[in-house]
């Protein structure tokens, strides 16, 4: 039986470490509890091969409706091989610079 791995909540995660069938479950979890630590922008680092785990996290993010909006980070952050996604506060409101 796995044990479960505890992560720093940053505002960034590269979820290379992590079996592609656990992909969805830990950029879950991360999301939650960097959204309740305050975070309004993260980075989650996929990867670029075939685009498999890019759509498993746009499909994740799309599903939640506490993600503000989420697009490719720049050349520097990873370009279409990360993520980048808003996230409303834990209050519910909108951030001002939506």
Same mark, same amino acid.
């Given at each position: 039986? %796995?044990?479960?791995?505890? &992560?720093? &909540?940053?505002?960034?995660? #590269?979820?290379?470490? !992590?079996?592609?069938? %656990?992909?969805? %479950?830990?950029?879950?979890?991360?999301?939650?509890?960097a959204?309740?630590?305050?975070?309004?922008?993260?980075?989650?680092?996929? @990867?670029? @091969?075939?685009?498999?785990?890019?759509?498993?996290?746009?499909?994740?993010? #799309?599903?939640?409706?506490? &993600?503000?909006? !989420?697009?490719?980070? %720049? !050349?520097?952050?990873?370009?279409?091989?990360? $993520?980048?996604?808003?996230? $409303?506060p834990p209050?519910?409101?909108?951030?001002?610079?939506?």
């Open positions: 039986m %796995d044990e479960p791995v505890e &992560i720093p &909540i940053e505002d960034f995660i #590269d979820l290379h470490p !992590f079996r592609p069938a %656990d992909i969805r %479950d830990v950029a879950l979890e991360y999301l939650c509890e959204r309740k630590k305050g975070y309004r922008q993260v980075r989650l680092i996929h @990867g670029k @091969g075939a685009g498999v785990q890019r759509r498993v996290i746009r499909s994740l993010l #799309d599903s939640l409706g506490w &993600i503000e909006r !989420f697009e490719d980070a %720049d !050349f520097s952050g990873g370009s279409w091989g990360a $993520t980048l996604a808003w996230l $409303t209050d519910g409101k909108p951030s001002a610079e939506s």
